[in-house]
T-cell receptor, first 109, second 113 residues
Framework: NAGVTQTPKFRILKIGQSMTLQCTQD?????MYWYRQDPGMGLKLIYY???????DKGEVPNGYNVSRSTTEDFPLRLELAAPSQTSVYFC????????FGEGSRLTVL | DQQVKQNSPSLSVQEGRISILNCDYT??????FLWYKKYPAEGPTFLIS?????DKNEDGRFTVFLNKSAKHLSLHIVPSQPGDSAVYFC????????????FGKGITLSVRP
């Protein structure tokens, strides 16, 4: 009963480092999303995908990249980490209703 | 420019009483509204939704009311239980928007025993 799985759960990065947040879902959903949540704020959409091979920008895409080579996986890449990217990141997939992963807490120092 | 607004950051109610969580929106294209509940260190989980063709949807202790003319919706929890203590996010989407949701900032509900 995995649903949406994100890794890692926690990560500390130095400014300028790069990393990939992994997201996989086993519900065969076409739609997948990456959101970030800053303290006291709602979730902001970074990128989304409507199916394998198709991705599009959300509200706050700068500093991030995504790919969708399979239906199951939707990794989020940070190329040059900045302190402004310190946040909690949530991956989600949708069949009409969004199912979220448990989140990945990223700190950039 | 917040399209979904939850103006009260927190709410505290006594166990057994009603909790009313409010949400306002500005985008008239929104036609589907959802409430998500979030516990600390967990992802949000779906609670209840309502389409713009309805003005009320009920699921057990949870009822969502939609007032389209006022661009306002509310979530009622009756009776409130300590396990309901969480952050509640209001979200909205528009048909044809690839199910993209716009979220409010959330309301922290505390239910006192």
């Amino acid at each position: 009963n995995a649903g949406v799985t994100q890794t890692p759960k926690f990560r500390i990065l130095k400014i300028g480092q790069s990393m990939t947040l992994q997201c996989t879902q086993d519900m065969n959903h076409n739609y997948m999303y990456w959101y970030r949540q800053d303290p006291g704020m709602g979730l902001k959409l970074i990128y989304y995908s409507v199916g394998a091979g198709i991705t599009d920008k959300g509200e706050v895409p700068n500093g991030y990249n995504v790919s969708r080579s399979t239906t199951e996986d939707f990794p989020l890449r940070l190329e040059l980490a900045a302190p402004s990217q310190t946040s909690v990141y949530f991956c989600a997939s949708s069949s009409g209703e969004l199912f979220f992963g448990e989140g990945s807490r990223l700190t950039v120092l | 420019d917040q399209q979904v607004k939850q103006n009260s950051p927190s709410l505290s109610v006594q166990e057994g009483r009603i909790s009313i969580l409010n949400c306002d929106y500005t985008n008239s294209m929104f036609d589907y509204f959802l409430w998500y509940k979030k516990y600390p260190a967990e992802g949000p989980t779906f609670l209840i939704s309502i389409s713009s063709i309805k003005d009320k949807n009920e699921d057990g202790r949870f009822t969502v009311f939609l007032n389209k003319s006022a661009k306002h919706l509310s979530l009622h929890i009756v009776p409130s239980q300590p396990g309901d203590s969480a952050v509640y996010f209001c979200a909205a989407s528009a048909t044809g928007a690839n199910s993209k949701l716009t979220f409010g900032k959330g309301i922290t509900l505390s239910v006192r025993p």
